[in-house]
């Protein structure tokens, strides 16, 4: 005999979802946190316009412009024309092209190998960091004096050094022969240590187990640094070399200070103090825009058509 069944509730009806309270005052928090990083963001935006996009449009402006007598005209190429037409463009160019190549053999392999050497220590590294990293902690103009005073033909230490081995005082600043590998030498010794701690740090992410098995293969220390670090920093590497023609060809402080901007018979004129020129000594703003374009366009070429060829490269 079957057991008798018990009769079934219905069930019970769903429940709607329970709302949870909203906590007052988080949306103003929300509003008030937003309205702070908007407010930062607008701010860094109205700087970079104020002093870098303003100056490059009215730069772009000026480069087709003319002022005379307080009056501005459109000028159309002229200004572009008188540029190119000037001897002294060519000449800034020249030394221009001959610091960067100079730099580049310094500037560029120098902080390279003073890094390398750098890492190979195991003690006192973070006070070689920043004995290496204290020149670019002076002041710009206090460092190209000081090398001003290494220079100098009479006292200076240069010429000291080289009269312990008998070698005739040079005329650093004054021949047209030094005045450019001097100003090189100045300008490396100012950034090297920015470089240096930069490579430094990429140094320090190579995986040990890379040189352990180089060393396992009877490679030497030029074949570890050209096999294995120079390839695992080389993204790196292209980074600062790019980074280092953009600045070589923007200088200005070191030739200025050392040899008053063009040195002797022009050997050490370049493009920026060209531009300094026109613009402060010959009241040529057209003309000095007009060489900052022509600078600018340049740069810009070279900056694209470099990043397209490292691209080109990875894949």
Same mark, same amino acid.
């Given at each position: 005999?079957?057991?008798?069944?018990?009769?079934?509730?219905?069930?019970?009806?769903?429940?709607?979802?329970?709302?949870?309270?909203?906590?007052?005052?988080?949306?103003?928090?929300?509003?008030?946190?937003? *309205?702070?990083?908007?407010?930062?963001?607008?701010?860094?935006?109205?700087?970079?316009?104020?002093?870098?996009?303003?100056?490059?449009?009215?730069?772009? *402006?000026?480069?087709?412009?003319?002022?005379?007598?307080?009056?501005?005209?459109?000028?159309?190429?002229?200004?572009?024309?008188?540029?190119?037409?000037?001897?002294?463009?060519?000449?800034?160019?020249?030394?221009?092209?001959?610091?960067?190549?100079?730099?580049?053999?310094?500037?560029?392999?120098?902080?390279?190998?003073?890094?390398?050497? *750098?890492?190979?220590?195991?003690?006192?590294?973070?006070?070689?960091?920043?004995?290496?990293?204290?020149?670019?902690?002076?002041?710009?103009?206090?460092?190209?004096?000081?090398?001003?005073?290494?220079?100098?033909?009479?006292?200076?230490?240069?010429?000291?050094?080289?009269?312990?081995?008998?070698?005739?005082?040079?005329?650093?600043?004054?021949?047209?022969?030094?005045?450019?590998?001097?100003?090189?030498?100045?300008?490396?010794?100012?950034?090297?240590?920015?470089?240096?701690?930069?490579?430094?740090?990429?140094?320090?992410?190579?995986?040990?187990?890379?040189?352990?098995?180089?060393?396992?293969?009877?490679?030497?220390?030029?074949?570890?640094?050209?096999?294995?670090?120079?390839?695992?920093?080389?993204?790196?590497?292209?980074?600062?070399?790019?980074?280092?023609?953009?600045?070589?060809?923007?200088?200005?402080?070191?030739?200025?200070?050392?040899?008053?901007?063009?040195?002797?018979?022009?050997?050490?004129?370049?493009?920026?103090?060209?531009?300094?020129?026109?613009?402060?000594?010959?009241?040529?703003?057209?003309?000095?825009?007009?060489?900052?374009?022509?600078?600018?366009?340049?740069?810009?070429?070279?900056?694209?058509?470099?990043?397209? *060829?490292?691209?080109?490269?990875?894949?």
């Amino acid at each position: 005999m079957s057991a008798p069944t018990l009769p079934t509730s219905p069930p019970a009806p769903a429940r709607a979802p329970r709302r949870l309270p909203v906590q007052r005052g988080s949306l103003a928090r929300a509003v008030k946190r937003n *309205l702070s990083a908007h407010g930062f963001l607008i701010g860094a935006v109205l700087c970079f316009s104020f002093f870098s996009w303003y100056p490059m449009v009215r730069e772009f *402006l000026l480069a087709f412009q003319k002022n005379k007598d307080g009056r501005t005209t459109w000028a159309g190429w002229s200004n572009l024309s008188y540029v190119f037409n000037d001897p002294a463009f060519w000449q800034a160019w020249r030394n221009t092209l001959l610091f960067t190549g100079l730099a580049l053999v310094l500037g560029f392999a120098v902080p390279f190998l003073v890094a390398i050497l *750098l890492n190979e220590f195991r003690h006192g590294q973070g006070y070689l960091r920043m004995l290496v990293y204290l020149p670019v902690m002076l002041p710009p103009v206090a460092s190209v004096l000081l090398f001003k005073y290494f220079y100098d033909p009479g006292y200076g230490l240069f010429n000291r050094i080289l009269g312990i081995f008998g070698i005739p005082d040079q005329q650093w600043l004054q021949s047209t022969n030094t005045a450019m590998i001097s100003v090189v030498i100045a300008a490396t010794w100012m950034n090297m240590g920015g470089a240096t701690l930069i490579y430094l740090a990429a140094l320090q992410g190579i995986p040990g187990e890379l040189y352990e098995a180089a060393e396992l293969d009877g490679a030497g220390l030029w074949r570890k640094i050209w096999h294995v670090t120079i390839p695992q920093t080389r993204l790196i590497l292209s980074l600062m070399f790019l980074m280092q023609i953009i600045a070589t060809m923007q200088v200005f402080t070191e030739p200025f200070l050392l040899t008053n901007g063009a040195g002797p018979e022009g050997s050490t004129m370049t493009v920026v103090y060209l531009i300094y020129q026109y613009a402060f000594n010959f009241n040529n703003y057209g003309g000095a825009a007009a060489l900052g374009l022509v600078l600018l366009v340049l740069l810009a070429g070279f900056s694209a058509v470099y990043v397209r *060829l490292s691209r080109t490269q990875e894949d």
